[in-house]
């Protein structure tokens, strides 16, 4: 049975993790309180406190010890200083090295790539302008040149059952109604990161996003419609169509999408 880790065990992690253990992998799950370990232990994943600060860690050496793969799902939010995010990667990373690691997995995100219209692929030019998308970037670059075989997944915006930005964007106008959404089903986000580490000779860069772009306008008032929630209000701008394609994973695996309406 492979052993595989999850630092930063939450919303996305949790399903990985059991989808995971469906698939004959021992799984692992960090956390950073001890609240926490115990919430990953009632859900059937053992718990570990780990701890990554800009100076220093706590409990990364034992929660990585025996493991084969790492996926690392812990994204630069708001809590995070400029500046922090990628320090932390770095110390994450001189922790990794003396370690018998396989793989290792970090998930990045579609931002990366802009927000100038066009239509973006994994060969495409990047050009973060946030900065937490300038922190993803680094860090991908950090793992990319670490001396392991790795795989950068950039994910699309995440949506789930119990998770829409429709509920963020309530009593506010919202952007470039006529431009398209890059979204992707938490669904297929645990089915194609499943199907990037059972082919464990892959490496380099993958997309995951829904092969479904609908306008924006069209998706929100939806979300409105079936969250019972007041019809959004929009912006005026001209449409900006940014368009991030995910076919990559398709072709090199058994990977399907699932979801692929986003007006479901």
């Known amino acids: 049975m492979s052993s595989l880790g999850i630092l930063g065990c939450g919303w996305l992690g949790v399903p990985l993790g059991k989808h995971l253990q469906t698939l004959n992998y021992n799984i692992k799950g960090s956390c950073r309180s001890k609240e926490g370990i115990s919430y990953l232990n009632n859900k059937g994943i053992k718990g570990y406190q780990v701890v990554l600060e800009e100076n220093q860690t706590k409990g990364v050496k034992s929660f990585i010890n025996n493991l084969e793969t790492l996926i ?5 939010g708001r809590k995070f ?3 922090v995010y990628v320090k932390m990667i770095k110390n994450l990373l001189e922790n990794i090295e003396p370690t018998p690691l396989k793989r290792i997995i970090f998930l990045s995100s579609t931002s990366v790539y802009g927000s100038s ?3 973006y692929n994994e060969s495409s030019f990047v050009n973060p302008e946030t900065s937490s998308a300038k922190a ?4 991908e670059n950090l793992i990319i040149n670490f001396p392991l075989p790795s795989v950068i997944v950039r994910l699309g915006g995440l949506i789930g059952e119990d998770r829409n930005p429709i509920f963020q964007l309530q009593g506010k106008a919202i952007g470039n109604p006529l431009g398209c959404i890059n979204f992707i089903h938490q669904e297929d ?3 194609g990161i499943s199907n990037l580490i059972i082919n464990s000779k892959l490496e380099g860069i993958f997309n995951l996003v829904s092969p479904h772009h609908p306008l924006r306008k069209k998706y929100y008032n939806y979300s409105a419609l079936k969250f019972n929630l007041p019809t959004p209000k929009y912006t005026s701008e001209p449409a900006a169509i940014r368009i991030v394609k995910a ?16 007006l479901i």
């Open 72 to 76: 690392v799902s812990i994204p630069p």
């Open 117 to 119: 219209e066009g239509v």
């Open 136 to 139: 993803l970037h680094i860090c």
């Open 189 to 191: 986000a645990i089915n």
């Open 81 to 83: 200083k400029e500046g």
């Open 247 to 262: 076919s990559k994973i398709i072709e090199l695996t058994s990977f399907k999408y699932n979801v692929d309406n986003m």
